[in-house]
């Protein structure tokens, strides 16, 4: 039961330019949802978070924006880096980490 | 600052072998992880503990077996490997048990063969 959905497994952007990468959800009790992103060899490591009540997030040049009336949240990077080159995984819970899903993920590659 | 470390890196088993894959994290987490990360999907929780000497099955636990002696360490043991349980293998933890994000380890690629 695939309950977290990334349906881009890739996206290629030019630096400078904004990435956004989509993530949709079937369960209708998720209210927290994060961001994460993979380098090669590496753990996933946090990004940004959203909960339920908020529609929007921001840190820095990393956007979260949460539809939860079409379960779908999206994350925005402006402007992109070549640094940002990575591979992003979109998560979300119920309240519990246990309960967490996870995204297949989506490779963003950031061209110089 | 460690975070969380996880050996070895690299596994090739033969099928029928049996191996331990080693996690510790030095944040004082009460809550620590095993996932597995299959090709084109998601991380999917094999199990979890929320302290010492309190583990509980994740979503995917068939092969697996666990142990919490202590906070820090979570090793992950595979009993009679199967070719299915070729994958990355990542742990993490929390400080809480909800609305937290977790910490990874850096993985350990394991090939049953």
């Known amino acids: 039961d695939q309950q977290v959905k990334q349906n881009s497994p890739s996206l290629s952007v030019q630096e400078g330019r904004i990435s956004i990468l989509n993530c949709d959800y079937t369960?209708?009790?998720?209210?927290?949802f994060l961001w994460y992103k993979k380098y090669p060899a590496e753990g996933p490591t946090f990004l940004i978070s959203?909960?339920?009540?908020?529609d929007k997030n921001e840190d820095g040049r990393f956007t979260v924006f949460l539809n939860k009336s079409a379960k779908h949240l999206s994350l925005h990077i402006v402007p992109s880096q070549p640094g940002d080159s990575a591979v992003y995984f979109c998560?979300?819970?119920?309240?519990?980490?246990?309960?967490?899903?996870f995204g297949a993920g989506t490779r963003l590659t950031v061209k110089p | 600052n460690a975070g969380v470390t996880q050996t070895p890196k690299f596994r090739i088993l033969k099928i029928g072998q049996s191996m331990t894959l080693q996690c510790t994290q030095d944040?004082?987490?009460?809550?620590m992880y095993w996932y597995r990360q299959d090709p084109g999907m998601g991380l999917k929780l094999i199990y979890y503990?929320?302290?010492?000497?309190?583990?509980d099955k994740g979503e995917v636990p068939n092969g697996y077996n666990v142990s919490r002696s202590t906070t820090e360490d979570f090793p992950l043991r595979l009993e009679l490997a199967a070719p299915s349980q070729t994958s990355v293998y990542f742990c993490?933890?929390?400080?809480?048990?909800?609305?937290?994000?977790?910490?990874f380890g850096s993985g350990t690629q394991l090939s049953v063969l």
């Open positions: 993490a933890s929390s400080r809480q048990t909800g609305y937290e994000k977790l910490f």
């Open positions: 369960n209708s009790m998720f209210d927290y």
């Open positions: 959203i909960s339920s009540i908020k």
């Open positions: 998560a979300a819970s119920a309240g519990n980490n246990n309960d967490m899903r």
């Open positions: 944040m004082n987490h009460n809550y």
């Open positions: 503990s929320v302290g010492a000497g309190i583990t």
